[in-house]
Nanobody, 130 residues
Framework: QVQLVESGGGLVQAGGSLRLSCVAS????????VGWFRQAPGKEREFVAA???????????DSVKGRFTISRDNANNAKNPIYLQMNSLKPEETAVYYC????????????????????WGQGTQVTVSS
């Protein structure tokens, strides 16, 4: 079992940047592949970015390619944080952003669907003003 906690959300103007963090407690986070998803009011949860457990593979939604970067710090054994650097934010990207984790043996695996992930954080609100 792993518990996920996201942080770093907030209010930013269009074109601005935010860095979200996701840390885990309960188990070694480096054995989990991790994804970021977002959900705006009245919309379905959508995939944003994902990273394999060894950090060697990443995958992005087309809408965020070139602006968002997912990374992980497996050397930080205390927390093994996952980061989502978001640049050039747009008002339509206002949403609750969720970190999700999957315990997976394949080191290069990444998942892009919500049901690929068994563990979810509570989310952090990102609001982009125009």
């Amino acid at each position: 079992q792993v518990q996920l906690v996201e942080s770093g959300g907030g209010l930013v103007q269009a074109g601005g940047s935010l860095r979200l963090s996701c840390v885990a407690s309960g188990r070694t986070f480096s054995t989990y592949a991790v994804g970021w998803f977002r959900q705006a009011p009245g919309k379905e949860r959508e995939f944003v970015a994902a990273i394999s457990r060894n950090g060697g593979n990443t995958y992005y939604a087309d809408s965020v390619k070139g602006r968002f970067t997912i990374s992980r710090d497996n050397a930080n054994n205390a927390k093994n944080p996952i980061y989502l650097q978001m640049n050039s934010l747009k008002p339509e990207e206002t949403a609750v952003y969720y970190c999700a984790a999957a315990y997976i043996h394949t080191v290069a695996w990444v998942g892009i669907r919500p049901h690929d992930y068994a563990y979810w954080g509570q989310g952090t609100q990102v609001t982009v003003s125009s």
